[in-house]
């Protein structure tokens, strides 16, 4: 009984640490590859790179990521943008403050992930859980997912 209930709090903690305390410290940088990009701002405060994450070997897929350089700040590097890859992917800036991320595959409708994002305010995360860390509510004003 004791083993049991040591095993469901264990469980626990660990389901609740990683859905409230998520960071995006386990990207697996070693191994990315480098996307689209460097896309700068017209007024060249900001500097966009993308990047492909593989996962699940041969049957897997590839997560996308888009970071953003704010390059008057001795480089201060911010992710405002995790998904799974499609076949259509690009960035460009609307204005100075504001990322238009393209990232779809045209055979599949569903398959949308594109989004405008304020840049110091918005954030997308595809399965949210950088919109519920606690951790993390402090980098951005709006977190949007799928």
């Known amino acids: 009984m004791i083993a049991t209930l040591s095993g469901v709090v264990l469980a626990s903690s660990i389901y609740l640490y990683e859905m409230y305390f998520f960071t995006f ?6 191994s990315a590859q480098k996307g689209p990009g460097p896309v700068t701002s ?12 593989l996962y699940g070997g041969a049957a897997g897929g590839v997560n996308v990521w888009v970071e ?3 390059n008057n700040e001795k480089n201060k590097v911010q992710i405002v943008y995790y998904s799974d890859a ?8 609307v204005d ?5 991320i393209l ?5 599949y ?4 992930r594109s ?26 004003e709006t977190c949007y997912q799928n």
């Open 109 to 112: 409708p569903n398959s949308n």
């Open 103 to 107: 990232n779809d595959d045209p055979n």
């Open 68 to 70: 953003i350089t704010k």
């Open 42 to 53: 017209p007024t060249e405060e900001y500097t966009a790179n993308a990047y492909y994450e």
């Open 86 to 93: 499609k076949s259509n992917f690009s960035m460009e800036w």
């Open 115 to 140: 989004i405008k994002l304020e840049i110091g305010k918005e954030i997308y995360h595809e399965n949210g859980l950088a919109c519920k860390s606690l951790l993390m509510k402090g980098e951005y």
């Open 96 to 100: 100075e403050d504001t990322l238009y």
């Open 25 to 30: 410290s386990d990207i697996d940088r070693e």
